[in-house]
C-alpha cells in the first residue's frame, strides 16, 4: 500500500531528513511501476505497455550531478491491445526483436532543476542507435509498504527515426508521426 505525502512541507522535510539514507542504490520495483508508450495511428491514439523494466538508480540529492541510471526494457515484452500490432512492432521494420531485444538507458550525470526536479544527461539505445538524451524527472519520498521509497516520474518524447524504429513502409511518418511519448511511473527501493 503507497500512502502519499500530500503536505507540500512536510514532503520537503521529509524529502531533506531522508537525505543520508537516500544516497543508495535503489532498485525498481516492477510490481508497482509502469513504462508506458503512445503514439498516433492516423487521427487514433495508441499506448502500450513494456511490463518486463529492469533498472537501478544511484541517486543522491545532496549532490545532485553524481547519479546512475541503468535501465533495460526487455522489447519483446510489450503489452498492447492487438495481437496484429504485437507483431509489427516486434517485426524488423519497427524494433527488430530478433536482432535488438532490448533498449537501454544509462545516465553517469544529473542536475537539479527544481525542489524535487531533476534532468540526467545519458544515452538512449534502441535497436543499433545509440543517441545522447536528457532525462527530465521528478522525485519524491514515500512509503511503500511501510518503508521509504522513491517514487519517480516522468514524460519524455522520443523521435523513433532516430533510433531506427520505422523501416520500410513504417519510415513514412503520414501516418504514424516520429514523435512518441513515454510516460514512466515508478517506484524503486532501497538495496
Not at 543499433?128 to 514515500?142: A, H, V
Request: proline share 5%; glycine share 6%.
Amino acid at each position: 500500500m503507497r500512502t502519499l505525502l500530500n503536505r507540500p512541507l512536510f514532503s520537503v522535510a521529509l524529502f531533506l531528513m531522508s537525505l543520508p539514507t537516500f544516497a543508495a542504490n535503489w532498485v525498481l520495483d516492477p510490481g508497482m511501476s509502469t513504462v508506458v508508450f503512445k503514439y498516433n495511428y492516423g487521427s487514433d491514439e495508441y499506448e502500450g505497455i513494456f511490463t518486463n523494466v529492469e533498472a537501478s538508480f544511484d541517486i543522491d540529492p545532496t549532490q545532485p550531478g553524481s547519479c546512475g541510471f541503468e535501465v533495460t526494457i526487455d522489447i519483446e515484452n510489450i503489452n498492447v491491445d492487438s495481437p496484429e500490432v504485437l507483431d509489427y512492432l516486434l517485426d524488423y521494420e519497427l524494433f527488430d526483436v530478433d536482432t535488438w531485444p532490448t533498449a537501454t538507458f544509462s545516465a553517469e550525470k544529473c542536475r537539479l532543476t527544481g525542489v524535487t526536479s531533476f534532468e540526467s544527461d545519458g544515452t538512449l539505445t534502441i535497436r543499433d542507435q545509440t543517441n545522447p538524451m536528457t532525462f527530465p524527472f521528478d522525485l519524491s519520498i514515500e512509503t511503500c509498504d511501510g518503508q521509504v521509497c522513491f517514487h519517480l516520474t516522468s514524460s519524455v518524447t522520443i523521435l523513433r527515426l532516430e533510433y531506427g524504429v520505422g523501416q520500410g513502409y513504417w519510415a513514412n511518418t503520414a501516418e504514424v508521426p516520429n514523435e512518441v511519448e513515454v510516460v514512466v511511473d515508478v517506484y524503486a527501493m532501497q538495496q
